[in-house]
Nanobody, 124 residues
Framework: QVQLVESGGGLVQAGGSLRLSCAASGRAFSSYAMGWFRQAPGKEREFVAAISWGGRSTYYTDSVKGRFTISRDNAKNTVYLQMNSLKPEDTAVYYC?????????????????WGQGTQVTVSS
């Protein structure tokens, strides 16, 4: 079992930055691929970014490429999402996820564990 707790969300102006953190408890964190998804009001949940178990591989949805960076610190059981040049369309609840797979996954059904979410609001 893995518990995930996100933090770092908040209100920021367009063009600003936020760093989300996801602290994981439970065993074998370093063997899981990790991901971030988001869900805006009235929209379906969408994939944002993923990182392989060792951190060597990352993948991003097109809309955040060049602006967001996913990383992980396996010694701290933590995964991060650095978000720069934020836009109003980035406003959503952001969810941290853990997959039993070791490689990159982009579909929600490939992720077993989910955090409670953290709100990110970008004002124009």
């Amino acid at each position: 079992q893995v518990q995930l707790v996100e933090s770092g969300g908040g209100l920021v102006q367009a063009g600003g930055s936020l760093r989300l953190s996801c602290a994981a408890s439970g065993r074998a964190f370093s063997s899981y691929a990790m991901g971030w998804f988001r869900q805006a009001p009235g929209k379906e949940r969408e994939f944002v970014a993923a990182i392989s178990w060792g951190g060597r591989s990352t993948y991003y949805t097109d809309s955040v490429k060049g602006r967001f960076t996913i990383s992980r610190d396996n010694a701290k059981n933590t995964v991060y999402l650095q978000m720069n040049s934020l836009k109003p369309e980035d406003t959503a609840v952001y969810y941290c996820t853990a997959s039993l797979h070791t490689g990159i996954r982009t579909e929600g059904y490939d992720y077993t564990y989910w955090g409670q979410g953290t709100q990110v609001t970008v004002s124009s």
